[in-house]
């Protein structure tokens, strides 16, 4: 199953996880090949930030909006980029954040789980209740596939909903972590893990501690590392000995040569992911 993958990626590479959040204006001027198009620049980007980071990053996350911007061109885009990354047998986190009811979840299920967008994650939105995930299951049981469900988030905005308080003291975002870690035991792996992670935030680190004590068998996709302004001991207290979760950078990792002047922009990406990486291990063993 791909969370055994992903467990075994980070014990082996670590935890970071890049995120493609490609957009054309991070490109630097001088890659762009004008007779190309948007799409085409970007995938060629990608193609060098993966290769320049697959020995240390444990996963890739795709943020399908990006490519949906520049249209068809984009699509193909993003596409290729996931082709990619299966040719060089590296993992991918769709993140589409699909979150509708039964019939549309199939199609959203079988677009992202087979066929031209096929990711081996993907993540999901609950709010509409269990009938907008169930039918993920069965990429789960048929192809090892895996989900992120968003629990509680990076974002500021995470404090409007996420946060209100149930009637019995807990808060909404304790609601979803425990209706999806206990429809997640029939998926468990054999690290541990289900294949029905959570989003978890770095970025609010009051009640870390609490919630990684609280979902054990569940594998975290931790967003909000270094652009959003996580750090690395913010970040440690979600993780297990070190697994247990993927740390997400974006633009942390893509804009690296901008604060790397005389460094290419893929050798940049690199330098980024060894620290992240170094400074996450260094403020886990601190734990």
Do not use: W
């Not at 190309?36 to 620049?41: C, K, W, Y």
């Not at 609601?175 to 029905?196: C, P, R, W």
């Not at 993927?246 to 330098?271: H, M």
């Amino acid at each position: 199953m791909q969370m055994d993958r992903l467990y075994e990626a980070v014990e082996a590479k670590g935890p970071v996880c890049v995120g493609l959040d490609t957009d054309f204006s991070y490109l630097p001027k001088e890659f762009v090949d004008s007779s190309l198009t948007a799409g085409e620049n970007i995938f060629r980007f990608n193609k060098e930030i993966i290769e320049a980071t697959k020995d240390v990053a444990g996963c890739y996350k795709v943020q399908i909006a990006y490519y949906e911007s520049y249209g068809l061109d984009g699509m193909l885009a993003y596409k290729n980029t996931l082709a990619y990354l299966r040719e060089k047998n590296l993992i991918a986190i769709a993140d589409v954040k699909r979150g509708d009811i039964a019939k549309t979840a199939e199609m959203y299920a079988k677009a992202h789980f087979d066929g031209d967008f096929e990711a081996d994650f993907m993540t999901l939105a609950p709010y509409m209740g269990m009938d907008s995930i169930e039918p993920y299951t069965k990429y789960m049981k048929e192809k090892g596939k895996g989900v992120f469900v968003l629990c509680r988030t990076s974002n500021g905005g995470a404090k409007d909903f996420e946060y209100e308080k149930l009637a019995d003291g807990r808060h909404v975002y304790d609601l979803v972590g425990d209706k999806m870690t206990a429809f997640g035991e029939d998926y468990m792996g054999q690290h541990g893990y289900s294949s029905i992670g959570l989003v978890i935030g770095g970025t609010h680190i009051e009640e870390a501690k609490e919630i990684r004590a609280k979902y054990k068998n569940a594998f975290f996709l931790i967003p909000g590392y270094g652009a959003q302004g996580g750090k690395a001991e913010d970040i440690a207290q979600y993780l297990s000995n070190g697994n247990g979760g993927t740390v997400n950078s974006s633009r942390g990792i893509l804009l690296a040569y901008k604060k790397q002047p005389g460094t290419g922009f893929a050798e940049a990406a690199y330098n980024e992911c060894v620290n992240m990486k170094g400074a996450i291990a260094d403020a886990c063993s601190k734990l």
